[in-house]
């Protein structure tokens, strides 16, 4: 088998399992109750970069942050090679670390076609 077929055929396999997986996680924002969700507020959706939904972030904060002064924050986004992944498979993590008194951040980005 020629290099550039195999190449193109693991690229079709490698998309095909990670969209597989995307969809099974991409709801994960809807999981019922994670350990510390009463603490935590979710907002959801903001865009950043035009009508293209996955151009948006989500954010998660702890409701009792501090009155004065910085508040720490993570950053996560998402892994998949830019073929695969959405924003909302961090769902269950932000939501944790935010119940520990960490902000967190999650942006989605455009996927290659």
Known sequence: ??????????????KWMGRTISRLFAESHRLPMVP????????RDLSYGGPDP????DVY????RPQAGPLPFLIFV???GYIVGDRRMSAALGRMVAARGVAVVAPGYRLQP
């Open 1 to 14: 088998m020629d290099t550039s077929l195999r190449f193109r055929l693991q690229m079709a396999h490698a």
């Open 36 to 43: 510390g969700d009463d603490r935590v507020e979710v907002i």
């Open 54 to 57: 996955r151009q948006a972030f």
């Open 61 to 64: 904060l702890p409701r009792k």
């Open 78 to 80: 998402h892994g998949g």
